[in-house]
Structure formats: C-alpha cells, structure tokens
C-alpha cells in the first residue's frame, strides 16, 4: 500500500483534509438535538476534542466536529454517562466555498463510538455536507445531504 493512500480505518475517524473555515457557533454546555435512533433525545455539550483555544475563551464546535456530550434528556441507561458525538446540523449559516450559505433550523449531533461507528441504525432530518464529507459512516445513513 502507497504511504499516501489512507486506510478504511483512519477513514472512521474522520478524514482529515482541507476544510473551509466554519464558524464555531456551538460553545461548551450548548444543547443538542440528537438526530439519530439510540434514544436519546437531548444532548449537551461537554467538551470539544481536537479544540486549540485562547485563555479564557470557552470552547467551541461547528459542523464536522468530533464532541464529548452528556445526555440530558432520554432512557435512564443513557442519561448520566459520557459519549462521543458529531455535529451535523447548526442554526448559524456556514458559508461555502461557491457563495452559498446554508443555515438549519435546529443544532443536532449524532452520537457516535471513540472509532468512529455510529451507535444508531438511522439518521433523522438532512445532514449538512461538511460533516458527511469528513464522517463517511454518517454519509451511508444520512438520508439526506444538504
């Protein structure tokens, strides 16, 4: 195999290339809809992985992101443990490259395993394209791609 070409593997991390900037409009304790089928119905935002910050600026996620979140509301085995999740939806508009800003209505994340399977089997309402370009597992369920 050529030291260029990725693995399936490293791809279930996420796949780490050039990524326009999108504005971090999802700081930590933010609430969440969870957009996908494990039960959960709100989670909040503990911690956002991979984060380089400024001294006393709170952390902050966008689409794509990889976050640490607590359930808030849902089954009693979910709530009070920690997972991890990946933003595919955000109210604040994401610009793209052609000019086009495209904003959803609510902030929705996908809970997700530290490799990088999805815990749900479906995935509820459009999935902004950033985050299905760099999570190829939440492609194959989106039902939609916006």
Same mark, same amino acid.
């Given at each position: 195999?050529?030291?260029?070409?990725?693995?399936?593997?490293?791809?279930?991390?996420?796949?780490?290339?050039?990524?326009?900037?999108?504005?971090?409009?999802?700081?930590?304790?933010?609430?969440?809809?969870?957009?996908?089928?494990?039960?959960?119905?709100?989670?909040?935002?503990?911690?956002?992985?991979?984060?380089?910050? *400024?001294? &006393?600026?709170?952390?902050? #996620? !966008? +689409?794509?992101?990889?976050?640490?979140?607590?359930? @808030?509301?849902?089954?009693?085995?979910?709530?009070?443990?920690?997972?991890?999740?990946?933003?595919?939806?955000?109210?604040?508009?994401?610009?793209?490259?052609?000019?086009? *800003?495209? &904003?959803?209505?609510?902030? #929705? !994340? +996908?809970?997700?395993?530290?490799?990088?399977?999805? @815990?749900?089997?479906?995935?509820?309402?459009?999935?902004?394209?950033?985050?299905?370009?760099?999570?190829?597992?939440?492609?194959?369920?989106?039902?939609?791609?916006?």
């Amino acid at each position: 195999m050529a030291t260029g070409a990725k693995s399936r593997a490293v791809s279930a991390k996420g796949v780490e290339e050039f990524r326009p900037y999108i504005t971090r409009a999802l700081p930590v304790t933010a609430e969440l809809v969870c957009a996908d089928n494990t039960g959960a119905k709100v989670l909040r935002i503990a911690m956002v992985n991979r984060y380089k910050g *400024r001294h &006393s600026r709170m952390p902050a #996620a !966008a +689409v794509g992101d990889f976050v640490t979140v607590t359930v @808030k509301k849902g089954p009693a085995e979910l709530r009070k443990q920690i997972f991890g999740a990946v933003i595919v939806r955000q109210k604040y508009p994401i610009r793209r490259l052609n000019g086009v *800003r495209v &904003s959803f209505e609510d902030n #929705a !994340a +996908v809970l997700v395993t530290p490799e990088g399977e999805i @815990k749900g089997t479906d995935i509820k309402g459009p999935v902004a394209a950033e985050a299905a370009e760099k999570w190829p597992r939440i492609a194959n369920l989106a039902g939609m791609i916006v």
